[in-house]
């Protein structure tokens, strides 16, 4: 497939997932969960998009969306021009490979039951990418290199490894059918500190060795400052703000954004800080305030606020915020 400088590699346009909630003997639809609600953006070859927010936001979901695990209630999802949302599972098949995931808990995404080899070389045999054993057996080797394991651990099994290291092999499977695209669903989150600098910085290094394109699922802002390029902040199954990473961390202009940002722990004792403690819980998905959704948190609400949803306004400078302290 020809892929076009105008045409981004991923694109999710106004894409919703709503779970519904069953009750009763005949499990009648009495409510949804509104897991996303209206979320876009593209990501370019080579780029990190990173997507952050609290617990529960939707971040995962949206991910999940991209990855085909569920159908979407709206919306569409586009790969280097393609539209791959509608597509039925054997049109899907050949497309797949071209986008690879790694999950948060490295000690359950792998196959207890299998070396470490076979977990690696299944994509591998899976995607039909090579057939011949010892061609497959040298591209483990390669990839276990890559990750910067010893060869001899495709003969180990999984339990025998650090948690890091169990990362390690979860990035290698995922570059096994090489793919442009590798979704990291909290990729680090699991890992202590150490680790998750070592995990970070070999995914650099992938990326710009191979050029791959991240979408870097993280509520660690400290980790997002280090490796993306842009930052969209969800917020109730709603994306308020898209920015490069130096306009969000520099000026941030949602007032939910700068929460987040003043939460960032600052290594510097001698620089002070003021953080803004955010009022009660996140509300419910099922039942959603009307208007804004975050004028019930909002340090800065006004009245409109409470009545009229805001509408996603581009700045001059190219950043988007869902705002009515920014609309023009």
């Known amino acids: 497939m020809s892929k076009s400088a105008t045409v981004p590699l991923l694109e999710v346009r106004q894409i919703q997932k709503f779970f519904p909630i069953k009750t009763g003997l005949f499990s009648r639809v009495t409510g949804h969960v509104h897991a996303v609600d209206g979320v876009s953006f593209s990501i370019e070859k080579g780029e990190t998009l990173a997507l952050v927010g609290e617990s529960g936001c939707g971040k995962s979901t949206v991910g999940r969306s991209i990855l085909r695990l569920f159908d979407l209630t709206s919306g569409e999802v586009i ?5 791959i949302d509608n597509l039925s599972a054997g049109a899907l098949r050949p497309l797949r490979k071209r986008i690879a995931v790694i999950f948060q808990d490295p000690f359950s995404s792998l196959n207890p039951r299998m070396r470490v080899h076979d977990i690696i070389a299944e994509p591998i045999r899976n995607f039909g990418l090579e057939t011949d054993e010892a061609k497959i057996k040298e591209r483990v080797a390669y990839l276990l290199d890559k990750v910067r394991l010893s060869k001899d651990a495709g003969e180990r099994w999984p339990h025998e490894f650090s948690g890091g290291q169990r990362q390690r092999i979860c990035i290698a499977r995922a570059l096994a059918a090489e793919p442009d695209l590798i979704i990291c669903d909290e990729a680090v989150s699991a890992l202590d500190v150490s680790v998750k600098a070592q995990i970070v ?19 660690d802002l400290a980790i997002v400052e280090h490796m993306t390029h842009r930052v969209a902040v969800m917020y109730l199954g709603r994306i308020v703000e898209l920015a490069t990473r130096t306009e969000l961390f520099s000026d941030p202009k949602h007032p939910y954004t700068s929460a987040l940002l003043s939460a960032v722990p600052v290594p510097d004792p001698e620089k002070k800080t003021v953080r803004t403690v955010l009022q009660g819980d996140v509300p419910s998905p099922v039942k959603r305030p ?19 949803e805001p509408k996603q306004t581009i700045l001059p400078s190219g950043r988007m915020v869902a705002c009515h302290l920014r609309e023009v």
């Open 79 to 83: 790969l280097d021009g393609t539209r």
């Open 201 to 219: 910085n070999l995914l650099q290094d992938l990326q710009k060795e191979l050029g791959l394109a991240l979408l870097f699922i993280s509520h």
């Open 290 to 308: 009307t208007g804004c959704h975050f004028h019930t948190r909002c340090p800065e609400v006004m009245d409109i606020c409470k009545t009229k």
